[in-house]
């Protein structure tokens, strides 16, 4: 295949799901830093598009699921942001349920975006790098061939 289309497909993995990305990355015979760094881009591509068009979709999400700012801060997920906080959810998002819905998260619990996405996408290049190292020596130990 392509090396092009191999990096285009691993690039929309990415913007979908990055847990998948890097694998099929691998599989698709890509250095595994081609496959981390166009995984990762795909991941922050979602982010962005999610933190940029989500920030208008805050106060109807509010409305429609809580009423008003005051019924979400009375919550039980309101106490684990105020534990862990933005830093805390940006490096675990990507790990978790994935950076977009990490980002969703974020704004609709009042993050400010551009710290919000400082560690969103720290969190992502992170991940994408352990991801792809353990995938990566897991791969050549079992299959040596590749």
């Known amino acids: 295949m392509d090396p092009n289309y191999s990096i285009l497909i691993v690039f929309l993995t990415g913007v979908a799901e990055l ?10 015979k890509l250095s595994p ?6 995984a990762a881009l795909g991941s922050v591509t979602s982010t962005l598009i999610v933190a940029f068009a ?15 700012d005051e019924n979400l801060k009375k919550g039980r997920y309101f ?12 490096i675990l998002s990507p790990l978790l ?14 993050a400010e975006r551009n710290r919000l996405l400082l560690w969103i996408i720290i969190g992502i290049i992170i991940w994408s790098a352990g991801l792809t190292a353990a995938v990566y020596l897991g791969t050549i130990t079992i299959y040596p061939e590749i």
């Open 97 to 110: 349920f994935g950076a977009p819905l990490g980002t969703v998260v974020g704004i609709i619990f009042g």
């Open 54 to 68: 989500g920030s208008n979709l805050r106060s109807r999400f509010l409305k429609w699921r809580y009423g008003s």
């Open 79 to 90: 106490k684990i942001w105020n534990k862990y906080g933005v830093v805390g959810l940006g």
């Open 19 to 28: 847990w998948l990305a890097i694998p099929l990355g691998l599989v698709l």
């Open 33 to 38: 830093l081609s496959t981390a760094v166009t």
